[in-house]
């Protein structure tokens, strides 16, 4: 069975900044046809559930304190990359507008609920290295 990296998260673990567990109906199809590899990046990388909101400002990723998380999304995407090279995944489906997962749009970094175009820390990484990356919503594509 071909496997796929996904967002921890939108398999209903708790591991979203708010430390919620959102149900996510469609991922349960991809169950039927691949082997889902779960991560969540910011806790690779070493932060907390629940944890302040982080968007991305330039290159660095901030909370909504302040404070610089930038080397913990880093760390989180590094080693997703390298869970990802080593279980051989086709592809990764992560969660959309994620600092780390996003793919196409993200936070805009002003805590707006604006959202902009780019790629989140570990989507970008990803990418490029070779492993495309697909938002929830883009699921029906691989099915």
Known sequence: MKKILISACLLRVPCR??????????????KEKYELIPV????LGG???????AEIRGDR???????????AFMIGARK??????????????????SPSCGKGRIADGTFSGT??????????LLTK???PVYGESQIQMLL
Not at 61 to 71: F, L, N, P
Not at 80 to 97: G, M, N, P, R, S
């Open 17 to 30: 900044y708010d430390g919620k567990a959102i149900p996510y109906p469609k991922i349960e199809a991809l």
């Open 129 to 131: 290295h070779g492993i």
């Open 61 to 71: 990723v901030i909370t909504r304190q302040g404070k610089d998380v930038t080397d």
């Open 115 to 124: 959202l902009t175009e780019g790629d989140g820390m570990t989507a970008r």
């Open 80 to 97: 997703t990359l390298e869970i990802a090279q080593e279980q051989k995944v086709i592809c990764a489906v992560l969660k959309e507008k």
């Open 47 to 53: 932060l907390s559930t629940p944890r302040p909101p």
């Open 40 to 43: 969540c990046p910011e806790e």
